[in-house]
């Protein structure tokens, strides 16, 4: 007869091999697609299904939306000033991390590059992807890979179109604008902007001495994600 320490050891070794089998590793690639717009450094999340943001939302709102307001400020943060420290912040409470692993792409990814970085060790459980970084020379442009879900074997990719925060006027003055192009403010605390987030009209002309549409404005998709299971 088996006895019921018999039976612990035979579940826990269960377990722990199940545990071993969920663990993924991944990596992540991603290409500028554009000219001359330049990404800030990119955080990349694996996470539980769920959206961080959706077109229409109003990320000045920081009363309401996921994690009550506290996501809606994270994004403005980034594309406003490519600031991952609030969103960051959040990943690393003790209520949400762990059902996120998450890594951060160093330096600016300028057009026509790529950069690959490893998620290691994801669980399971955290089976979709997002992906953020604000994009240069703009006010408060930024690209999205939103809640995707990762591949459970060999590779996807995703097209990134370019999302505008809605949360600072786009003055194209690099008064107003961060980065080595322009070195301005990254936040405008008194201006509420559109009040909404939306697809991006690029750059328009506004201040073409500084920002050149010639030079700076895009097409869309401004991005390229390739996500590969490694194991």
Excluded at 140 to 150: E, K, P, Y
Excluded at 202 to 209: A, K, T
Aim: hydrophobic share 40%; proline share 5%; charged share 15%.
């Amino acid at each position: 007869m088996v006895s019921s320490f018999q039976r612990i050891i035979v579940f826990l070794s269960f377990a722990a091999s199940y545990q071993l089998a969920v663990a993924a590793d991944y990596r992540v690639e991603i290409t500028n697609l554009t000219y001359k717009i330049a990404f800030t450094p990119r955080i990349v999340i694996a996470h539980v299904p769920v959206s961080l943001f959706a077109p229409g939302d109003n990320l000045n709102d920081t009363s309401t939306g996921l994690l009550n307001g506290q996501m809606n400020h994270a994004l403005s943060e980034i594309a406003e000033a490519g600031s991952l420290g609030p969103i960051m912040a959040i990943l690393d409470q003790e209520s949400v991390r762990n059902f996120v692993s998450y890594v951060v792409g160093s330096g600016l990814l300028v057009g026509g590059k790529k950069q690959s970085v490893e998620l290691l060790d994801v669980d399971d459980a955290q089976s979709h992807l997002s992906l953020f970084a604000m994009l240069l020379p703009t006010n408060d442009g930024f690209i999205a890979l939103n809640n995707m879900a990762l591949p459970q074997n060999g590779s996807v990719q995703y097209y990134l179109n370019a999302y505008d925060a809605g949360t600072e006027t786009n003055t194209e003055s690099c008064e107003d604008i961060p980065g080595p192009l322009c070195g301005g403010t990254g936040q405008s605390p008194n201006d509420a902007g559109e009040g909404f987030v939306h697809i991006h009209t690029g750059i328009r002309g506004l201040n073409p001495d500084e920002i050149d549409p010639a030079e700076y404005d895009w097409k869309n998709p401004v991005a390229v994600v390739t996500i590969t299971r490694m194991q």
